[in-house]
């Protein structure tokens, strides 16, 4: 089964910056599940935790309030807008995450090596049409 996360309706909770990489902490990461393509393809949602981390970054200065759902957003790595973002992830290029957050803020990290972890216990949600 293929799975992916989905920035839109995800939860940011914090974001940590130590010797340049940062982690965002995602407490509500919601996961496209389908034995086709997820986000195109019937299958089930999941809420499950995560973190997307990056690698050689500087954080923007003031970082949106948080915790905050994500309105709307992106993944670019390599060229290639993920909005869905295929899981497990793990890339060894440039990448750039824009999010929209519901209150309106915005936030944008460039960074290498992105990488995504899912953390804890799926718990399901809904079946996606």
Not at 1 to 13: G, I, K, T
Not at 57 to 70: F, G, K
Not at 101 to 119: K, T, V
């Given at each position: 089964?293929?799975?992916?996360?989905?920035?839109?309706?995800?939860?940011?909770?914090s974001i940590e910056l130590l010797d340049g990489v940062a982690?965002?902490?995602?407490?509500?990461?919601?996961?496209?599940?389908?034995?086709?393509?997820?986000?195109?393809?019937?299958?089930?949602?999941?809420?499950?935790?995560?973190?997307?981390?990056?690698?050689?970054?500087?954080?923007?200065?003031?970082?949106?309030?948080?915790?905050?759902?994500?309105?709307e957003g992106f993944l670019e790595v390599g060229g290639i807008?993920?909005?869905?973002?295929?899981?497990?992830?793990?890339?060894?290029?440039?990448?750039?995450?824009?999010?929209?957050?519901?209150?309106?803020?915005?936030?944008?990290?460039?960074?290498?090596?992105?990488?995504?972890?899912?953390?804890?216990?799926?718990?399901?949600?809904?079946?996606?049409?």
């Open positions: 089964m293929r799975s992916a996360l989905e920035l839109h309706d995800s939860r940011v909770s982690a965002i902490y995602f407490s509500h990461g919601y996961i496209h599940k389908s034995t086709g393509t997820p986000g195109r393809d019937s299958g089930t949602g999941w809420s499950q935790e995560a973190r997307l981390v990056l690698s050689d970054v500087h954080l923007p200065e003031p970082l949106p309030s948080l915790p905050n759902t994500i309105a807008r993920h909005e869905l973002i295929p899981l497990p992830f793990r890339r060894r290029v440039d990448a750039t995450l824009y999010l929209v957050f519901a209150d309106g803020a915005q936030l944008e990290i460039s960074g290498r090596q992105p990488f995504i972890e899912l953390l804890g216990t799926a718990i399901y949600l809904e079946d996606v049409p």
